[in-house]
């Protein structure tokens, strides 16, 4: 079983920093691409980065600049760090990975999606 698991959010005044780490565990063959999606109030899910298995980035318009995603494939981790934070970044953040887990026989199966469960950033003075 995969799971994924985000932690650093919080509160944050406006120009400030944090940095967002998503944890994944389980029985990993290999990750391939990894993203952070964020979720505003009253609004669809976002892509926000994503960083391929080989560390090519890609940020939406609204974050780049400010946010930076990367990745330590030995620690099974994916990070955004996110600086001079607006309110409108205020949003539950989502950690996804596109990951080949190992099966009970012990052979890698197909490349599956996983999202974790999400961590609140609110950016207010």
């Known amino acids: 079983q995969v799971q994924l698991v985000e932690s650093g959010g919080g509160l944050v005044h406006p120009g400030g920093s944090l940095t967002l780490s998503c944890k994944v565990s389980?029985?990993?063959?290999?990750?391939?691409?990894m993203a952070w999606h964020r979720q505003a109030p009253g609004r669809e899910r976002e892509l926000v980065a994503v960083i391929t298995s080989g560390g090519g980035t890609n940020y939406a318009d609204s974050v780049k600049g400010r946010f930076t995603i990367s990745r330590d494939n030995a620690k099974n981790t994916v990070y955004l760090q996110m600086t001079t934070l607006k309110p409108e970044d205020t949003a539950v953040y989502y950690c996804?990975?596109?990951?080949?887990?190992?099966?009970?026989?012990?052979?890698?199966?197909?490349?599956?999606?996983?999202w974790g469960q999400g961590t609140l950033v609110t950016v207010s003075s």
């Open positions: 389980g029985r990993i063959f290999s990750m391939n691409t």
């Open positions: 996804y990975a596109v990951i080949r887990a190992l099966g009970a026989t012990g052979l890698p199966g197909d490349s599956v999606g996983h």
